[in-house]
Nanobody, 128 residues
Framework: QVQLVESGGGSVQSGGSLRLSCVVS????????MGWFRQSPGKEREGVAA???????TYGDSVKGRFTISQDNAQKTLFLQMNSLNPEDTAMYYC??????????????????????WGQGTQVTVSS
């Protein structure tokens, strides 16, 4: 059984930083795209950052240059370093995984509906 457990969310002022973690267990596929999505009230869930088993990252347009995704394969942990946070980054952040070879389809970030495995989420709140 695949389990994804996020941590690291919290409240921060605009311009601040947070680092999210996602511990993955039970994942036995040899290929993967693992990443972060976020959703705020009244908005659709959107892709933030993802990385595949080759280590190739993909970023959503709104976070490029501010967020960095990384992974520790030995610890089976996915990270999201978030810098220069602003109030528009306030959302519930979810970790997701699927045995794709690529995190992009048709030149775009894969849709949330494409991912089979999800964590429970961690809240990020950025105040101005």
């Amino acid at each position: 059984q695949v389990q994804l457990v996020e941590s690291g969310g919290g409240s921060v002022q605009s311009g601040g930083s947070l680092r999210l973690s996602c511990v993955v267990s039970g994942y036995t596929y040899s290929t993967y795209c693992m990443g972060w999505f976020r959703q705020s009230p009244g908005k659709e869930r959107e892709g933030v950052a993802a990385i595949n088993h080759y280590g190739v990252p993909t970023y959503g347009d709104s976070v490029k240059g501010r967020f960095t995704i990384s992974q520790d394969n030995a610890q089976k942990t996915l990270f999201l370093q978030m810098n220069s946070l602003n109030p528009e980054d306030t959302a519930m952040y979810y970790c997701a995984a699927h045995p794709f070879s690529s995190c992009r389809q048709g030149g775009r970030f894969r849709r949330p509906a494409d991912f089979d495995y999800w964590g429970q989420g961690t809240q990020v709140t950025v105040s101005s």
